[in-house]
């Protein structure tokens, strides 16, 4: 999975906040191309096509990665690499395990999981924004649609920020049918 590149522009002095203007290449996202879905506060697990789990993880620039590392890109504003190590070595591998078990107990154990990415959330992950009583896998490609009230700065922003004082929501992601995705989190207004 490729570092998702943010609907807005990052402002170069705080890159924690984003300036109103459209990053290039997410102008699809304003044109309605997409399918905006609740951004979950986790982290990201792949189920890739050898049936093997894998967990998002940055290496920062000069550091080495683990073994078993597959890097993807890397950012070339901050040097990070972004990539997948093997899920049993990552800091997640027993909540990766609690949430695999929960899921088979409650599942047909006879159909597979479906290839593709994961957030892994629960009690011991970001200090459980999402509030599960367990450690849980949700698929990214079935996440809850969100409806936004308007497709511009101001309307994302008072989307965003509304859904996070409501019910905690970390922001929107939006899923172009082409594999294209772009983010937000509430986070990154200066407002938050």
């Known amino acids: 999975m490729r570092k998702i590149p943010t609907v807005f522009l990052r402002d170069p002095d705080d890159r924690r906040r984003v300036l109103p203007e459209v990053t290039p290449g997410c102008e699809w996202v304003f044109a309605g191309e997409g399918r905006p879905t609740r951004k979950l506060d986790g982290t990201c697990v792949m189920l890739d ?113 509304r859904w996070h004082r409501l019910d905690h929501i970390e922001g929107v992601v939006w899923h172009h049918p082409d594999g294209r995705m772009a983010k937000i989190k509430a986070r990154d207004f200066p407002e938050f």
């Open 49 to 161: 096509e050898h049936r093997e789990w894998w967990a998002r993880r940055e290496v920062k620039a000069g550091k080495n990665p683990p073994p078993g590392y597959r890097p993807i890109s890397t950012d070339p504003a901050t040097g990070k690499t972004v990539g997948w190590e093997p899920v049993e070595q990552s800091p997640f591998a027993s909540f990766h395990a609690e949430a695999i078990a929960a899921a088979e107990d409650c599942e047909d154990p006879w159909t597979p999981w479906p290839l593709g990415t994961y957030e892994l959330i629960g009690p011991k992950i970001n200090g459980n924004p999402e509030r599960y009583d367990r450690h849980w896998l949700v698929a990214h490609a079935t996440t809850e649609s969100l409806h936004v009230d308007a497709l511009t700065f101001e309307g994302i922003r008072n989307s965003v920020l």
